[in-house]
C-alpha cells in the first residue's frame, strides 16, 4: 500500500522516535515538494532534518510523487 504524507505526522512520528511505523504500515510513503521543502526548513528539529536529508528508501521524494500525480491524474482524468 502506498501514502501520500503531510509534515504533521512526519514530525510526531520522528520526535517520538516512532517513524519506523510508517513502512511498516505502508510499505512506502510519498511526500509532496511543499512538504519536503517544510521538513528542512532551519525552524525544524534537528531529528526532522536529518531525517529527511538521509530520505529512507521507503519515502519517495517530490520528483517521484510529481510522477506519481500526473499518471494517477491520466488515470482518472483521461483528457491527454
Same mark, same amino acid.
Given at each position: 500500500?502506498?501514502?501520500?504524507?503531510?509534515?504533521?505526522?512526519?514530525?510526531?512520528?520522528?520526535?517520538?522516535? *516512532?517513524? @519506523?511505523?510508517?513502512?511498516?504500515?505502508?510499505?512506502?510513503?510519498?511526500?509532496?515538494?511543499?512538504v519536503w521543502l517544510e521538513? *528542512?526548513?532551519?525552524?525544524?528539529?534537528?531529528?526532522?532534518? @536529518?531525517?529527511?536529508?538521509?530520505?529512507?528508501?521507503?519515502?519517495?521524494?517530490?520528483? *517521484?510523487?510529481?510522477?506519481?500525480?500526473?499518471?494517477?491524474?491520466?488515470?482518472?482524468?483521461?483528457?491527454?
Amino acid at each position: 500500500m502506498l501514502v501520500v504524507a503531510d509534515s504533521s505526522p512526519l514530525i510526531v512520528l520522528i520526535e517520538i522516535g *516512532h517513524i @519506523d511505523v510508517l513502512p511498516k504500515l505502508f510499505g512506502q510513503a510519498i511526500i509532496p515538494p511543499e512538504v519536503w521543502l517544510e521538513l *528542512h526548513q532551519s525552524n525544524r528539529p534537528q531529528a526532522v532534518r @536529518d531525517f529527511i536529508a538521509s530520505c529512507p528508501n521507503w519515502l519517495s521524494d517530490p520528483v *517521484h510523487f510529481t510522477q506519481f500525480f500526473f499518471v494517477t491524474l491520466r488515470v482518472f482524468v483521461p483528457l491527454w
